[in-house]
C-alpha cells in the first residue's frame, strides 16, 4: 500500500503524492527543492531544543506562543528572524508526537491552520 502522506523533514509540512514520486515515494524527505537545499542545521536542532525546555519548566498543560521560543533563541539578536525556523521546528516535532500546535486550547492541523498558534506538550494517554 502507498501512504499518501508524507512528511517535509525540514518544514514538517504534508508533502503530496506526484507522479514523478512514483519510483520512489518511500524515499521522499523533503517537500521542495528549497527545502533539500535549506536542510537542517545544528541552530534548527537547537530550536527544537528550547522549545521543549520552555515547555518543560512550566505546567504539563501550559502552552507557550513561539515568539516566545524566538526569543528565547535569538538572544540579544533579532528574535523575528527566528519565527519562520521555529515555525518549523514546531511543526517537526507536532510530528514526531512530542507537541501539539493548538489555537484556543485545541490541536490543530499545522498544514491547515490560520493564524496565531501556540504550543504545547501533547499530552500522553489524554487524547482529545
Ligand atoms: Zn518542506
Known amino acids: 500500500m502507498i501512504r499518501l502522506q508524507r512528511v517535509c523533514a525540514v518544514c514538517g509540512r504534508s508533502i503530496s503524492w506526484r507522479r514523478k514520486w512514483a519510483r520512489d515515494w518511500e524515499q521522499v524527505k523533503y517537500c521542495s527543492d528549497a527545502c533539500r537545499r535549506r536542510g537542517l542545521s545544528a541552530q534548527d536542532r537547537r530550536i527544537e531544543e528550547a522549545i521543549l ?18 526569543r528565547q533563541v535569538a538572544g540579544a539578536g533579532d528574535w523575528r528572524a527566528q519565527m519562520e525556523p521555529v515555525r518549523m521546528a514546531a511543526r517537526r516535532l507536532q510530528r514526531d508526537g512530542r507537541i501539539d500546535i493548538t489555537q484556543q486550547g485545541r490541536p490543530v492541523d499545522p498544514d491547515t491552520a490560520k493564524g496565531p498558534i501556540r504550543l504545547r506538550l501533547r499530552q500522553v494517554g489524554l487524547q482529545v
Open 53 to 70: 525546555a520552555l515547555l518543560e519548566q512550566r505546567a504539563a498543560d501550559a502552552s507557550i506562543c513561539p515568539s516566545d521560543a524566538a
